[in-house]
């Protein structure tokens, strides 16, 4: 029967310790204002309770109220420790008799424990609970058996009392400190979960907008990640390339030299710098740089590798458009150099074939002579004025006079390649305000545009003439393999060609000279239906 109540208590005592503990970790842990006051009182409902359930012995009761005092003297100090002792007391003197050994025992135990307490403030509550138990168990001794007489002859009661208290504050102990091991263990794992959550926000932050390519392959040359940029540059969904081979994806023609490099990166763990091919959806080939790190696993081993990729086909096309320029410069300064050279000698034979006319009379064929030497003049000099660098200026200018001119510069091409120009203009010069020379270099590319659209030979119809709004209307009509209609919007984008040798600038430079004299520029064409480039100019007054 003595056994049972001592279970009941201490198990009493447990869930009283245990509920509060539990209760609040259900809600925010925001501290509670004047904690040691509610801690004190409610600890003082504790002892309360169990002294009513207190064991009744030989006209002596005893219960467990001292553990909840000791332990709320270890964890919130004299104060909370005294409100809860005073419940203790109030109760006790209710509920039994013997009050001077009630009052003298509770005052020798407050005061000895408030006393124990500023000395051992800076210990852990661990250590304050064995010494206030101690002390507890001193007090006791000194006050119950020795001046108080009570059962000085039957230690065993005393033993099992104090026993029953100690037991209750190992229980209780154990209950506070393991919440509170675990309130701090939530916590540390809260801030870790809140670090893990912010770095991979911040990773997928730059994962998620980043427009190179990031992957990752393991040993079969399969992808184990891709970054969602594959969507936007190759065009492939998600679940195109989970799982999947990358060489799958690569030029045939780098994939040999991506699997050698990947299998050596393998053995050297070394980095590399790769360049190659993959293709888009649409079956394009898109160019790439990549920069390939090895990651090795716990057993040193390479296991990954990272590949991050970049776009580099706008800076080939560029580097390729440089060396073309830089070619096309060279050219330029070789055939100004040349013409100038072919003029000397030139001027000579004119000199002499004039001399010969002059001596012998005038015949066909010094006639001939001298007009296609004049035609040789005229190719020179344009070439000259060409190659040369000029400053910009407007001059009142007549359209036809550099229709015509242009149709005579590319008239020999014209010829060898069976392509006849057929220029129908109405009765007048055309007067516009504009730069000679970029004003050729209009014409010229779209004559030339429209002689590379005919490989077989035709004829181009060139149609100047007047529009409705005081503008001229040049239109230039080939018979070419045209343009599908799809690829009109196209026109005048920098480097877009269609041409193995082309730079794609042409139309661009055309499109944005034409703005600067304030006219428009247009393409009607159909796949092999020819093309019609339509020029508008505004009239000089
Ligand atoms: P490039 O001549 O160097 O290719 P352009 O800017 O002059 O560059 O022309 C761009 C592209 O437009 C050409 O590659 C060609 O495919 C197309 N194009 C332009 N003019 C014509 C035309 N008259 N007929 C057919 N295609 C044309
Ligand atoms: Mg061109």
């Given at each position: 029967?003595?056994l049972?109540?001592?279970?009941?208590n201490?198990?009493?005592?447990?869930?009283?310790?245990?509920?509060?503990?539990?209760?609040?970790?259900f809600?925010?842990h925001?501290?509670?204002?004047?904690?040691?006051?509610?801690?004190?009182?409610?600890?003082?409902?504790?002892?309360?309770?169990?002294?009513?359930?207190?064991?009744?012995?030989?006209?002596?009761?005893?219960?467990?109220?001292?553990?909840?005092?000791?332990?709320?003297?270890?964890?919130?100090g004299?104060?909370?420790?005294?409100i809860?002792?005073s419940?203790?007391?109030?109760?006790?003197?209710?509920?039994?008799?013997?009050?001077?050994t009630?009052?003298?025992?509770?005052a020798?135990?407050?005061?000895?424990?408030?006393?124990?307490?500023?000395?051992?403030?800076?210990?852990?509550?661990?250590?304050?609970?064995?010494?206030?138990?101690?002390?507890?168990?001193?007090?006791?001794?000194i006050?119950?058996p020795?001046?108080?007489?009570?059962?000085?002859?039957?230690?065993?009661?005393?033993?099992?009392?104090i026993?029953?208290?100690?037991?209750?504050?190992?229980?209780?102990?154990?209950?506070?400190?393991?919440?509170?091991k675990?309130?701090?263990?939530?916590?540390?794992?809260?801030d870790?979960?809140?670090?893990?959550?912010a770095?991979?926000?911040?990773?997928?932050?730059i994962?998620?907008n980043?427009?190179?390519?990031?992957?990752?392959?393991?040993?079969?040359?399969?992808?184990?990640?891709?970054?969602p940029?594959?969507?936007?540059v190759?065009?492939?969904?998600n679940?195109e390339?989970?799982?999947?081979?990358?060489?799958?994806?690569?030029?045939?023609?780098?994939?040999?030299?991506?699997?050698?490099?990947?299998?050596?990166?393998?053995?050297?763990?070394e980095?590399?710098?790769?360049?190659?091919?993959?293709?888009?959806?649409?079956?394009?080939?898109i160019?790439?740089?990549?920069?390939?790190?090895?990651?090795?696993?716990?057993?040193?081993?390479?296991?990954?590798?990272?590949?991050?990729?970049r776009?580099?086909?706008?800076?080939k096309k560029?580097?390729?458009?440089l060396?073309?320029?830089?070619?096309?410069?060279?050219?330029?300064?070789?055939?100004?150099?040349?013409?100038?050279?072919?003029?000397n000698?030139?001027t000579?034979?004119?000199?002499?074939?004039?001399?010969s006319?002059?001596?012998?009379?005038?015949?066909?064929?010094?006639?001939?002579?001298?007009?296609?030497?004049?035609?040789?003049?005229?190719?020179?000099s344009?070439?000259?004025?060409?190659?040369?660098?000029?400053?910009?200026?407007?001059?009142?200018?007549?359209?036809?006079?550099?229709?015509?001119?242009?149709?005579?510069?590319?008239?020999?091409?014209?010829?060898?390649?069976?392509?006849?120009?057929?220029?129908?203009?109405?009765?007048?010069?055309?007067?516009?305000?504009?730069?000679?020379n970029?004003?050729?270099?209009?014409?010229?590319?779209?004559?030339?545009?429209a002689?590379?659209?005919m490989?077989?030979?035709?004829?181009?119809?060139?149609?100047?003439?007047?529009?409705?709004?005081?503008?001229?209307?040049?239109?230039?009509?080939?018979?070419g393999?045209?343009?599908?209609?799809?690829l009109?919007?196209?026109?005048?984008?920098?480097?877009?060609t269609?041409k193995?040798?082309?730079t794609?600038?042409?139309?661009?430079?055309?499109?944005?000279?034409?703005?600067?004299?304030h006219?428009?520029?247009?393409?009607?064409?159909k796949?092999?239906?020819?093309?019609?480039?339509?020029i508008?100019?505004?009239l000089?007054?």
């Open positions: 029967m003595f049972l109540d001592y279970i009941v201490l198990s009493i005592f447990s869930l009283l310790v245990s509920s509060p503990l539990v209760i609040r970790s809600f925010n925001k501290p509670i204002k004047h904690a040691r006051l509610w801690i004190g009182v409610y600890g003082g409902i504790v002892s309360v309770i169990l002294i009513m359930l207190s064991i009744h012995e030989q006209g002596y009761s005893y219960d467990i109220r001292y553990a909840p005092i000791i332990l709320i003297f270890a964890y919130m004299p104060i909370a420790g005294i809860t002792g419940f203790g007391l109030i109760a006790r003197l209710i509920s039994s008799g013997h009050w001077e009630a009052i003298s025992g509770w020798a135990m407050m005061i000895g424990f408030t006393i124990i307490y500023y000395f051992t403030k800076r210990y852990t509550p661990f250590i304050k609970s064995i010494i206030l138990s101690s002390s507890y168990i001193l007090i006791y001794i006050t119950v020795i001046v108080f007489n009570v059962f000085r002859d039957n230690p065993f009661f005393h033993i099992q009392y026993l029953f208290v100690i037991l209750g504050v190992i229980l209780g102990f154990l209950l506070i400190e393991s919440y509170v675990l309130h701090r263990l939530n916590n540390r794992l809260s870790m979960y809140r670090m893990v959550e770095s991979e926000s911040k990773y997928r932050l994962a998620e980043t427009s190179d390519l990031i992957m990752v392959m393991d040993k079969e040359h399969t992808l184990t990640y891709f970054s940029s594959h969507e936007m190759l065009g492939y969904q679940c390339l989970e799982d999947v081979k990358l060489c799958r994806f690569i030029h045939p023609d780098d994939v040999e030299f991506f699997k050698n490099t990947i299998d050596r990166m393998f053995d050297c763990k980095s590399q710098a790769l360049e190659f091919r993959l293709s888009h959806k649409q079956g394009r080939w160019e790439f740089e990549s920069r390939c790190v090895p990651v090795s696993g716990d057993n040193g081993e390479v296991e990954h590798i990272v590949i991050i990729s776009d580099i086909s706008e800076r560029a580097e390729e458009f060396l073309q320029s830089e070619k096309l410069s060279i050219v330029g300064e070789l055939a100004a150099g040349v013409a100038h050279e072919i003029r000698p030139l000579t034979i004119k000199g002499f074939i004039q001399l006319k002059w001596e012998n009379g005038a015949d066909e064929i010094n006639d001939l002579l001298l007009s296609e030497l004049a035609r040789i003049e005229t190719i020179t344009e070439m000259l004025t060409l190659g040369k660098p000029q400053a910009v200026q407007l001059h009142r200018m007549s359209l036809r006079e550099l229709v015509e001119n242009t149709l005579e510069l590319l008239s020999p091409q014209a010829i060898m390649q069976n392509i006849q120009f057929n220029l129908s203009v109405e009765d007048s010069a055309f007067f516009i305000t504009g730069e000679k970029q004003l050729k270099q209009v014409l010229l590319n779209i004559l030339k545009n002689m590379e659209a490989p077989e030979g035709g004829t181009i119809h060139i149609d100047l003439q007047k529009g409705d709004e005081g503008e001229c209307i040049l239109a230039i009509k080939d018979e393999c045209g343009i599908p209609e799809e009109l919007p196209r026109l005048g984008e920098p480097f877009y269609l193995e040798k082309g794609g600038l042409g139309l661009m430079i055309c499109n944005k000279i034409i703005k600067q004299h006219g428009s520029i247009t393409y009607q064409s796949a092999q239906q020819g093309t019609l480039v339509e508008k100019l505004p000089a007054l």
